[in-house]
């Protein structure tokens, strides 16, 4: 799923995709009808989750990465700052025929901020009215607004990333972008890593309302929860083990976030073995997570040092790939 999700996410701000064998793309500076924003959640959603039971909300999805979500763009966030755009322009009356026509046509020579709609005026204006009544209401007057919408503003107009920040769905900052969201982790290791933060991966203890079996299958021992499976399991305790004398680190974790906390404090050592030790966490999560599928649903028996040994090398391969000509001591 970490390749969806570097997919759905669009710099640029533009969205495409394929109907009736034909592809589609949206402009990513012009306002979108309702129809077609809720198209494209609907189709970013099924992409990113191919299920219908959502692991995680995607209004938190859309929070950005060091907010505990994807960085995924809200669609109608986005929507609505570029309404607030196009409500800038014809504040500022822009340049162009279109704004010349809304001002000698619907406000003849008055103001957009006192403007009503009225039945039967366009579905657009309706919407920036809304808008500006959004607006008024946030900052408590109108003369606020305006203030508000300077801030966002450089000399060709409205910058529509600066309204996005404001209507963009918010969390508290969380300390986990630095060990998940980079660069040399691959992104299907950093996104199981983040579902396992926040507690919503697949485990038995959450498939309940399925009556199946909700003990451990790597033990057998124990119910099956995110703690148990990936630090509690005799299984897991046993690789985590050989994992953490191989790197060098002497603190026993006992939860993925105690873990993140410990790593980004504790940097000793080479900037290699930092990388290193990150790698290790994203792909011993990732590692045993696999690894618990494939007993449930492949019938494989469990293996911890082999699992131990695939761990290893595969760190060792994405380190040769940050440092070519190094030579490892660990």
Known sequence: MGSQVSLIRRPAGTYSFGHSGCGVLLAPNLPLPATAMKKIHHLCRNFLWNSRRAPVAWEEVCHRTEE???GIRHIQSWNMALLARVL???????????????????????????????????????????????????????????ESMVAWSNLKGLETSKAYEYFRPKHTRQPWKAAIW???????????????????LATRDRLAFLQEDPTCSLCINTNETTKHLFFECPFSASVWSDIR?????????STILSAIKWLKKEKTGSSVQNKARLLALACTVYSLWRHRNEVIFEGKAPYPKGLVISI?????RLLLTLFPHRMFAF
Do not use: C
Not at 100 to 105: F, G, H, L, P
Not at 246 to 251: E, M, V
Not at 312 to 316: E, G, Q, S
């Open 68 to 70: 505990r979500g994807l």
């Open 88 to 146: 800038w322009n014809i504040h500022r009356k822009a340049d162009t025929l279109w704004v010349q026509w809304v001002n000698n046509v619907y406000l003849r020579g008055g103001s957009i901020w006192e403007w009503q709609p009225k039945k039967g005026d366009s579905p657009l204006l309706r919407r920036l009215a809304d808008i500006r009544d959004r607006l008024i209401t946030a900052f408590g007057t109108t003369g606020a607004a305006v």
């Open 182 to 200: 980079r660069a040399f982790i691959p992104p299907k290791y950093s996104f199981i890593l983040w579902l396992g933060l926040r507690g919503r």
């Open 245 to 253: 004398q191989w790197l060098g680190i002497n603190r026993r974790m």
């Open 312 to 316: 290893r090398i595969t760190v060792y």
